[in-house]
C-alpha cells in the first residue's frame, strides 16, 4: 500500500496527537497497531478535503479489529510458530506479533509454562530431543521464528555445555527445516535468531552483514546454526537470519549489570575500550516483525542500533540514568578467572551497524543508548 506523502504526514500527525504515541513504522503499507489504524481512518474521515486513494482505505479498512476479525475467518490472518517463545525475547516478540493482529503459536517443551507466559498465544508440545518434528504442526502456518537454544550466559562453558550450546540450536533447527522440506504447502519464511557473535573479535572496524565470520567458539556456533537454516532456501522458502546484539530490556545483560551500580560499585568491564552493539527489546520485536512483512530482506540482518557504544561510554551513561557513579572497573583477568572462556562475550569488541535494515527504510525508536536505558530503568522502577 503506498499512502501518497503528504497524506501520511498529515495523517501521522494527527493520529500521534490523538494517540499520545509514535506510529510504528509510519504507516508504510505494513501491519501496525490496530487502534492507531482505527484512529488513522477516523481522523482522514472527519478531516474534509484530505483524501485517501480507495484500495489505501480499503486497506487500512482491513486493519481495524473488525477488518482482522473478518481476515481472520477468511484465513487471511498470518499463523505464527515460534520455537523459544518462552524466554526473554521469545515472550515481548509474542507480545508484539498478537498487539499486530498475527496468530501466535509457541512450541515448547514445557507447555504449562508457556501457557502462564503466553498471554494469548497459543502453545504446542514438542521437545527437540525427542526427534522429528510433526508436519501437521506446520499446518496453516506462514511464518516460522526460531529463537531457541539453550542459554550462553546461564553458566561457565564447560565442554558439555558448549556442545549443548551448539546441538540445542541445530537439533531445533534440522528439524524445522526438515518439516518444511516434507510439508507440500510450506510456510512462505523462516526467521532464524543468530548473534553478532557471528563474526567474532572486531576491534574498532565496523561490521556489516558483508563482513565474514569469526574463528571463536560464538562464531562457529552462529555460523553453523545459520547454515542449518538456509537449508530451507532450497525449497524455495524465504530465510533470514537475525544477528542479535546486546538487548537492552528488562532482563539480560544490561538488567544484571545494573546491580552493582545500585549498591554504587559499578563500572566498565574490562579495560572499557570494547565496543557494545545493542539494541533496544521493543526495537528488536518490532525489527523482526518488520522483517517478516518485508519481502525484500532475505540472508543475515544485524539487529543491532545505528549508534554503537565503548563499554566505558555505555557503563557511563547508565550511571547517569540511574544517578550512581560508575567508577570500579572489573580487571579483564578477574572475569578470565570467574567467568572463563565465556568471559569473551563481554570483553571482545564488535562496532556493528544495522546497514541492511537502514537500507529497508527500518526506523529505530531508540536509536541511541541514553533513551533506551532511561526506558527500560523507569519501566523497571528506577533502580
Excluded at 572499557?272 to 533496544?280: K, L, T, V
Excluded at 540482518?301 to 557504544?309: F, H, K, L, Q, R
Excluded at 551513561?317 to 570467574?338: A, C, H, I, T
Aim: net charge positive; charged share 25%; hydrophobic share 40%.
Amino acid at each position: 500500500m503506498n499512502i501518497p506523502p503528504e497524506i501520511l504526514e498529515f495523517a501521522c500527525k494527527r493520529v500521534e496527537k490523538k494517540a499520545g504515541c509514535t506510529l510504528p513504522f509510519r504507516l508504510r503499507g505494513i501491519t501496525i497497531n490496530r487502534g492507531l489504524i482505527k484512529a488513522t481512518m477516523e481522523v482522514l474521515n472527519d478531516c474534509p478535503g484530505k483524501t485517501l486513494p480507495q484500495n489505501c482505505r480499503n486497506d487500512l479498512r482491513a486493519r481495524t479489529p473488525d477488518g482482522l476479525d473478518r481476515r481472520i475467518r477468511e484465513g487471511v490472518i498470518m499463523k505464527v510458530l515460534v520455537f523459544g517463545g518462552t524466554g526473554f525475547i521469545g515472550k515481548n516478540l509474542c507480545s508484539e506479533l498478537l498487539s499486530a493482529g498475527y496468530k501466535a503459536c509457541i512450541v515448547s517443551r514445557n507447555p504449562k509454562k508457556a501457557k502462564s507466559l503466553a498471554s494469548g498465544a497459543e502453545v504446542v508440545e514438542w521437545n527437540s530431543s525427542a526427534g522429528s518434528l510433526p508436519v501437521e504442526l506446520l499446518e496453516g502456518v506462514s511464518l516460522i521464528i526460531n529463537l531457541a537454544g539453550e542459554s550462553i550466559g546461564n553458566r561457565r562453558w564447560t565442554r558439555s555445555v558448549k556442545e549443548e550450546i551448539l546441538y540445542s540450536r541445530v537439533r531445533t533447527t534440522q528439524a524445522i527445516v526438515n518439516a518444511i522440506k516434507q510439508k507440500r504447502d510450506a510456510p512462505k519464511v523462516l526467521i532464524n535468531a543468530s548473534a553478532i557473535g557471528f563474526y567474532g573479535p572486531r576491534g574498532n572496524e565496523e561490521i556489516t552483514e558483508s563482513t565474514p565470520a569469526g574463528r571463536d567458539f560464538l562464531a562457529k556456533v552462529c555460523r553453523v546454526w545459520e547454515e542449518e537454516a538456509f537449508k530451507a532456501h532450497t525449497v524455495g522458502i524465504r530465510v533470514v537470519a537475525v544477528r542479535i546484539g546486546v538487548v537492552i530490556g528488562g532482563e539480560g545483560a544490561i538488567a544484571r549489570m545494573k546491580t552493582p551500580f545500585r549498591f554504587y560499585i559499578g563500572g566498565p568491564l574490562g579495560t572499557g575500550a570494547q565496543w557494545i552493539s545493542w539494541i533496544h527489546i521493543k526495537d528488536l520485536t518490532r525489527l523482526i516483525r518488520f522483517v517478516a512483512e518485508n519481502e525484500n530482506i532475505n540472508g543475515p540482518v544485524n539487529a543491532t542500533a545505528p549508534e554503537p557504544v565503548r563499554m566505558k561510554e555505555l557503563c557511563k551513561v547508565l550511571g547517569q540514568v540511574m544517578e550512581r557513579p560508575s567508577w570500579l572497573p572489573v580487571p579483564d583477568f578477574l572475569l578470565k578467572v570467574v567467568l572463563g572462556e565465556m568471559s569473551d562475550m563481554l570483553l571482545n569488541s564488535q562496532r556493528v551497524l544495522p546497514k541492511k535494515i537502514l537500507k529497508e527504510g527500518f526506523e529505530f525508536w531508540y536509536p541511541a543508548p541514553e533513551a533506551a536505558l532511561r526506558d527500560v530503568i523507569c519501566r523497571h522502577n528506577g533502580v
